[in-house]
């Protein structure tokens, strides 16, 4: 069993266009978060959503939207997508400050 | 605000040989503090984590670290690498929920690229 998983793996599209990314997890955390990793591997924290509720929202451009239908999933939405867009996106998942967080295997977007 | 500094950016070093990746933190509050590895084309793995108690802390696949409050530190250090220790390597520093919602900030990453 995946712990969080994310989908699609690999998303190819053009400029302007509009995508979503799903994200799952059966741990049973409350805490789950998308991360952003560019092409020199940086990290950094996008969103938090705790119990459903945004918690952490990084000075992320509004056309990033995610949304959490419940506590075990949080789908991302980019409208209007830019070449600099592109970037492997990571969400992960968290039971609370001591445990870190648990991350899928990433959905590395390019925008062409 | 919390930061991390990984000082290396790329270290290549000869199978079974001793490998060290430094890491320097900053933090306004207390900190919790990861390590986390990253095989090509793979989300991130937790290696170990340092919370409290003894400044060493063993994790998996024989990674060991150790927490240095003066220094603000928390090196990552196996005493004999292999082949399959090939990876990407993140530190990370977390805050409490309360202050940082959870959330972790990482480093640069360090490459560890092992040689036969």
């Known amino acids: 069993d995946t712990a969080v998983s994310q989908t699609p793996k690999y998303l190819v599209t053009q400029m302007g266009n509009d995508k979503s990314i799903k994200c799952e997890q059966n741990?049973?955390?409350?805490?789950m978060y998308w991360y952003k990793q560019d092409s020199k591997k940086f990290l950094k924290i996008m969103f938090s959503?705790?119990?459903?509720?945004?918690?952490i929202n990084e000075t992320v451009p509004n056309r990033f939207s995610p949304k959490s239908p419940d506590k075990a999933h949080l789908n991302l939405h980019i409208n209007s997508l830019e070449l600099g867009d592109s970037a492997v996106y990571f969400c992960a998942s968290s039971p609370g400050t001591y445990s870190g967080a648990f991350f899928g295997q990433g959905t590395r977007l390019t925008v062409v | 605000a919390q930061s991390v500094t990984q000082l290396d950016s790329q270290v290549p070093v000869f199978e079974e040989a001793p490998v060290e990746l430094r890491c320097n933190y900053s933090?306004?509050?207390?900190?919790?503090l990861f390590w986390y590895v990253q095989y090509p084309n793979q989300g991130l793995q937790l290696l170990l984590k340092y919370l409290s108690g003894s400044t060493l802390v063993k994790g998996i696949n024989g990674f060991e670290a150790e927490f240095n409050k003066s220094q603000t530190s928390f090196h990552l250090r196996k005493p004999s690498v292999h082949i399959s220790d090939t990876a990407e390597y993140f530190c990370a520093v977390s805050g409490s929920f309360e202050a940082a919602g959870n959330k972790l900030t990482f480093g640069g990453g360090t490459r560890v690229l092992v040689k036969p």
């Open positions: 741990l049973g955390h409350d805490t």
């Open positions: 959503y705790n119990n459903k509720e945004l918690i």
């Open positions: 933090s306004s509050v207390s900190v919790y």
